[in-house]
């Protein structure tokens, strides 16, 4: 346990920031989720419709540091290769 005052409130920041990374990482697995599911559902157009929310979504989580950069942009990258590997026999159906 910390003893120095210093030490006691970097610890409740700690504790504070916690909470609020989880709850953003969490609300970003949602959409993923909601994603994968429209996937595997066969509604391509609907998650084609959904990628813009999804990209803000990851875009802000990046921004209030939730996942680092490299991860939001690897998350884009693989999303939108998904929906187009998912889109591509469709279209030549």
């Given at each position: 346990?910390?003893?120095?005052?210093?030490?006691?409130?970097?610890?409740?920041?700690n504790k504070k920031r916690r909470i609020m990374n989880r709850g953003n990482r969490s609300g970003l697995r949602t959409f993923l989720r909601k994603f994968n599911d429209q996937l595997q559902s066969?509604?391509?157009?609907?998650?084609r419709n959904s990628l813009p929310v999804l990209y803000a979504e990851i875009d802000t989580a990046k921004r209030?540091?939730?996942?680092?950069?490299?991860?939001?942009?690897?998350?884009?990258?693989?999303?939108?290769?998904?929906?187009?590997?998912?889109?591509?026999p469709a279209d030549k159906a």
């Open positions: 346990m910390a003893n120095h005052a210093s030490a006691l409130k970097a610890d409740r920041q066969g509604k391509a157009e609907d998650a209030k540091n939730a996942i680092s950069e490299n991860a939001a942009a690897r998350q884009k990258s693989r999303l939108t290769k998904r929906l187009n590997a998912a889109l591509s």
